[in-house]
């Protein structure tokens, strides 16, 4: 079990920026989870994958926000025209989707715009 | 709107004694909880979750009470650790609405 990996951990980026980031989740897991964290604030969801089909999306936070999962394995955000209120954490989850099964978060990726 | 409220940003408790993090729900709906715990510069790492159709789930140290009527959940941390300091976020299913977390600080 290798987890879910995010890359990059750190992207500094200058405002107006597109910036994309990608997820990677534990092997066997049907479904991928993005969220967003800010200071003193518990992750905030914003999308779900279910293999390719992204079930969710309506809390993206506005239409500069995208996210894919084109196979059903791995997963990419993207970030148009960043601005300043981006920065923040961006978490990426996965789980089976069976039952209470958790999720299970990578280490996230941390957005700084300058 | 936040359906899962933790009022409680932070708690300081000395090594050894009960820690008791709360956590508050407003939709009757939902049918399990999750508690996460979150070490600086990692993600969430699961702790421990409970199912409506009970009120107690116990794993090693940790144990969570949930009471319907009040819509309320409680981790208990018995006896707490140093190494159990971080910040405690409960959460509702699917798409894990999660609280603001408690900051728990264990002092040796």
């Known amino acids: 079990d290798t987890g879910v990996s995010q890359d990059p951990r750190h992207k500094i980026t200058k405002r107006g920026q597109n910036v994309t980031f990608r997820c990677d989740p534990i092997s066997e897991h049907n479904r991928l989870y993005w969220y967003r964290q800010t200071l003193g604030q518990g992750p905030e969801f914003l999308t779900y994958?279910?293999?390719?089909?992204?079930?969710?999306k309506s809390r993206l936070l506005s239409d500069r926000f995208s996210a894919e999962r084109p196979k059903g394995s791995f997963s990419t955000l993207e970030i148009q025209r960043t601005e300043q209120g981006d920065s923040a954490m961006y978490l990426c989850a996965s789980s089976t989707g069976e039952g209470d099964q958790p999720q299970h978060f990578g280490d996230g990726t941390r957005l700084s715009i300058l | 709107d936040q359906q899962v409220k933790q009022n409680s940003p932070s708690l300081s408790v000395q090594e050894g004694r009960i820690s008791i993090l709360n956590c508050d729900y407003t939709n009757s709906m939902f049918d399990y909880f999750l508690w996460y715990k979150k070490y600086p510069a990692e993600g969430p790492t699961f702790l421990i979750s409970i199912s409506s159709i009970k009120d107690k789930n116990e794993d090693g140290r940790f144990t969570v009470f949930l009471n319907k009527s009040a819509k309320h959940l409680s981790l208990h941390i018995v006896p707490s650790q140093p190494g159990d300091s971080a910040v405690y976020f409960c959460a509702a299913p699917l798409t894990l609405n999660f609280g603001k977390g408690t900051s728990l600080l264990v002092t040796p």
């Open positions: 994958f279910q293999n390719e089909a992204q079930l969710e």
